[in-house]
């Protein structure tokens, strides 16, 4: 038994220092350093070119020294991306091709020649038959795609034998298994024994398990998730593996015909066949004006004959974080959204050879978004939208705790305090608490346990 897992390590070109510094404390840094000490452990890894530029200019660069290390000796390997984390089905093709360029020489400043991707990571995991044409012309043998862009595939523990193949480009396409990477993401396989317990007879079988989740959810948005996944990684019933290594062990290759997906795609969305709603919804008046906007600032560079400065700030200004954060599905953040909507109106508005008409246009759709989201959250809508889907995601999530053994619960919370125990030790009391809360959830499900 094979377990692929793979990792995305991701911040935005806007980021503050202080977040950058605290998610790497928290995820990046626990992450490297546990597979440094368990070099049998593979992971298959995207780290965005933009957060190496970040982690240089924060003072970051023993992470940056780690990756070079892990890669040199061969347990992870770094994808192909896009540099500022756009999402790709949405932009012109030489766009596209640029982020990917921009990207590659941005990772070979940092690791050298350690840096020979074989795979491509689409941010947000937005798939396409597009973006997978650009990517097998670019030289990329697989790219990475959420199982639901496979229409038909079958049930996860009949698949892991074989190696798919996108029937309009030939490119490799390795499929997330959903399920079982929500699964572990959402906390609810914690523990070596539960790992093992949803694997079933898998573990025994010549198969792979496919795992692919953001690397913040370990230690970061999950406090003591880190050292639960090095506890998965350290089984001696599960070998991992690196994505690029599956083809040697599964000859087996089919070919398939996909759809559109991203992996925060849900089942509601699909039905709609809105594959990009968290980004690009139709009936999202704010998305509407974001991407109008996007779309001028993309053609004015393009059609400018001395865009200056204002092709760089492009390039930054296409990071897909902007769209996200106005969804309200359930994440909201007018900061975030006035913050795009800028980069974007002022790289317009560097452009020398754009028409007064086009700048004056830039403007609106700037003052437009902003009071737009100032409207939403003064009718309470933003409350209204979150609220909604943060109630589907919480009950997905809540639902399986109580249902777990008391020894495995009892396991998680141990691993809980013990990390907020050592981070007391160094009077990180922020953090502190909120481990300390994150056991006390798990020990409300313990109690319901016992029950």
Same mark, same amino acid.
């Given at each position: 038994?094979? #377990?692929?897992?793979?990792?995305?390590?991701y911040q935005p070109p806007t980021q503050k220092e202080e977040w950058v510094e605290r998610i790497t404390k928290e995820a990046y840094r626990p992450i490297l350093l546990g597979l440094k000490e368990n070099p049998k452990a593979q992971i298959t890894f995207n780290i965005n070119g933009v957060l190496f530029d970040l #982690?240089?200019?924060?003072?970051?660069?023993?992470?940056?020294?780690?990756?070079?290390?892990?890669?040199?000796?061969?347990?992870?390997?770094? *994808?192909?991306?896009?540099?500022?984390?756009?999402?790709?089905?949405?932009?012109?093709?030489?766009?596209?091709? /640029? $982020?990917?360029?921009? &990207?590659? @020489?941005?990772?070979?400043?940092?690791? %050298?020649?350690?840096?020979?991707? @074989? %795979?491509?990571? !689409? !941010?947000?995991?937005?798939?396409?038959?597009?973006?997978?044409?650009?990517?097998?012309?670019?030289?990329?043998?697989?790219?990475?795609?959420?199982?639901?862009?496979?229409?038909?595939?079958?049930?996860?523990?009949?698949?892991?034998?074989?190696?798919?193949?996108?029937?309009?480009?030939?490119?490799?396409?390795?499929? /997330?298994?959903? =399920?079982?990477?929500?699964?572990?993401?959402?906390?609810?396989?914690?523990?070596? &024994?539960?790992?093992?317990?949803?694997?079933?007879? /898998?573990?025994?079988?010549?198969?792979?398990?496919?795992?692919?989740?953001?690397?913040? *959810?370990?230690?970061?948005?999950?406090?003591?998730?880190?050292?639960?996944?090095? =506890?998965?990684? @350290?089984?001696?019933?599960?070998?991992?593996?690196?994505?690029?290594?599956?083809?040697?062990?599964?000859?087996?290759? =089919?070919?398939?015909?996909?759809?559109?997906?991203?992996?925060?795609?849900?089942? @509601?969305?699909?039905?709609?066949?809105?594959?990009?709603?968290?980004?690009?919804?139709?009936?999202?008046?704010?998305?509407?004006?974001?991407?109008?906007?996007?779309?001028?600032?993309?053609?004015?560079?393009?059609?400018?004959? +001395?865009? %200056?400065?204002?092709?760089?700030?492009?390039?930054?200004?296409?990071?897909?974080?902007?769209?996200?954060?106005?969804?309200?599905?359930?994440? #909201?953040?007018?900061?975030?959204?006035?913050?795009?909507?800028?980069?974007? /109106? =002022?790289?317009?508005?560097?452009?020398?050879?754009? %028409?007064?008409?086009? +700048?004056?246009?830039?403007?609106?759709?700037?003052?437009?978004?902003? *009071?737009?989201?100032?409207? #939403?959250?003064?009718?309470?809508?933003?409350?209204?939208?979150?609220?909604?889907?943060?109630?589907?995601?919480?009950?997905?999530?809540?639902?399986?705790?109580?249902?777990?053994?008391?020894?495995?619960?009892?396991?998680?919370?141990?691993?809980?305090?013990?990390?907020?125990?050592?981070?007391?030790?160094? $009077?990180?009391?922020?953090?502190?608490?909120?481990?300390? &809360?994150?056991?006390?959830?798990l020990e409300a499900y313990h109690a319901e346990a016992a029950e």
């Amino acid at each position: 038994m094979y #377990w692929a897992n793979f990792l995305h390590f991701y911040q935005p070109p806007t980021q503050k220092e202080e977040w950058v510094e605290r998610i790497t404390k928290e995820a990046y840094r626990p992450i490297l350093l546990g597979l440094k000490e368990n070099p049998k452990a593979q992971i298959t890894f995207n780290i965005n070119g933009v957060l190496f530029d970040l #982690w240089r200019e924060f003072g970051q660069s023993d992470v940056i020294e780690m990756v070079g290390e892990l890669v040199s000796r061969g347990q992870i390997e770094l *994808t192909g991306s896009a540099k500022f984390h756009p999402l790709l089905p949405k932009l012109p093709e030489d766009e596209i091709r /640029r $982020q990917i360029e921009l &990207n590659a @020489k941005t990772l070979r400043e940092y690791i %050298g020649r350690g840096y020979q991707p @074989k %795979g491509f990571f !689409p !941010p947000e995991m937005a798939y396409d038959t597009n973006v997978a044409r650009v990517a097998r012309e670019m030289g990329f043998s697989w790219i990475i795609a959420d199982e639901l862009s496979f229409p038909d595939l079958p049930r996860a523990e009949s698949r892991g034998d074989r190696i798919y193949q996108e029937k309009e480009s030939g490119i490799t396409i390795f499929f /997330r298994e959903r =399920e079982f990477s929500y699964r572990i993401l959402s906390g609810q396989l914690g523990t070596g &024994n539960l790992f093992l317990e949803a694997l079933g007879d /898998r573990v025994g079988k010549n198969e792979y398990l496919l795992t692919a989740m953001d690397g913040e *959810t370990f230690g970061h948005h999950r406090p003591g998730m880190d050292r639960a996944l090095m =506890e998965l990684l @350290k089984l001696d019933e599960v070998q991992t593996i690196l994505l690029s290594d599956l083809p040697e062990h599964f000859p087996q290759v =089919e070919t398939v015909e996909t759809r559109p997906s991203t992996w925060a795609l849900m089942e @509601k969305d699909l039905e709609k066949k809105v594959p990009f709603a968290r980004w690009d919804d139709p009936d999202n008046e704010i998305h509407k004006l974001q991407w109008e906007l996007t779309d001028l600032a993309i053609k004015t560079v393009r059609h400018s004959s +001395k865009p %200056g400065k204002a092709r760089e700030t492009l390039d930054r200004a296409l990071h897909s974080d902007q769209y996200w954060w106005a969804s309200a599905r359930p994440w #909201w953040s007018l900061e975030m959204v006035e913050r795009g909507a800028y980069e974007l /109106r =002022e790289t317009i508005l560097a452009v020398e050879d754009a %028409g007064d008409e086009i +700048k004056q246009r830039a403007k609106e759709l700037y003052f437009a978004i902003v *009071t737009l989201g100032f409207d #939403w959250q003064r009718v309470g809508k933003v409350e209204q939208l979150a609220k909604q889907e943060d109630e589907e995601i919480r009950m997905r999530t809540d639902a399986a705790f109580p249902k777990l053994p008391k020894a495995e619960l009892e396991k998680m919370i141990a691993h809980i305090k013990d990390e907020m125990e050592e981070v007391a030790k160094h $009077q990180e009391y922020e953090r502190a608490a909120i481990l300390r &809360n994150r056991m006390k959830e798990l020990e409300a499900y313990h109690a319901e346990a016992a029950e």
